[in-house]
T-cell receptor, first 118, second 115 residues
């Protein structure tokens, strides 16, 4: 149980275009999802907290107009990188909390999406 | 504000030897502590957590960790390392007062287990 998927697993796009990344909780309801960014051999940097049915909360320094987050249902959150530039190239990871029962305190992580902007 | 420190960028150990990955934390209240492992180009896999109770926590794949409140540490241990344990390990802390459950991650420790 507690599986989180991401799609696509990798994507290459041209500078100036937009890319959408999906994060799905497959076997549980996720009221809250998190989006992280990770540079090679570095830690995870929390970008935003996504709550179903409400606006995402962005961490300081993260451009909300560039990284659009939509959490339209209890099993799906999307991250859209708008007008992507090479510096947006990174590994994007989502995670989700299971609110369907007792809080396990854990976050369940997706496998990540490798974005390369050329 | 909460923070996590992993003082070692890399830990090298021979297969069969004990493995320890260090973690210290700082939170304003009671800590919720976690260990995750990441293999190349993959997401994070949960290993174990400390929420309350027994200070020695046993987790997946033979790993365990000991919560030490006086030293504010939560070191990860495995009695006998395997080559397949080679990966990037992250310690994380969650402040009990954070209702959204945001995690603060350490910088990560690369574990290299040699045959």
């Amino acid at each position: 149980g507690a599986v989180v998927s991401q799609h696509p697993s990798w994507v290459i796009c041209k500078s100036g275009t937009s890319v959408k990344i999906e994060c799905r909780s497959l076997d549980f309801q996720a009221t809250t999802m998190f989006w992280y960014r990770q540079f090679p051999k570095q830690s995870l940097m929390l970008m935003a907290t996504s709550n179903e049915g409400s606006k995402a909360t962005y961490e300081q320094g993260v451009e909300k107009d560039k990284f659009l987050i939509n959490h339209a249902s209890l099993t799906l959150s999307t991250l859209t990188v708008t007008s992507a530039h090479p510096e947006d190239s990174s590994f994007y990871i989502c995670s989700a909390r299971d609110y369907s029962g007792t809080d396990t305190y854990e976050q369940y992580f997706g496998p990540g999406t490798r974005l390369t902007v050329t | 504000a909460q923070s996590v420190a992993q003082p070692e960028d890399q830990v090298n150990v021979a297969e069969g030897n004990p493995l320890t990955v260090k973690c210290t934390y700082s939170v304003s209240g009671n800590p919720y502590l976690f260990w995750y492992v990441q293999y190349p180009n993959r997401g994070l896999q949960f290993l174990l957590k400390y929420i309350t109770g027994d200070n020695l926590v046993k987790g997946s794949y033979g790993f365990e960790a000991e919560f030490n409140k006086s030293q504010t540490s939560f070191h990860l241990k495995k009695p006998s390392a395997l080559v397949s344990d080679s990966a990037l390990y992250f310690c994380a802390v969650r402040d009990w007062a954070d209702s959204w459950g945001k995690l603060q991650f350490g910088a990560g420790t690369q574990v290299v287990v040699t045959p």
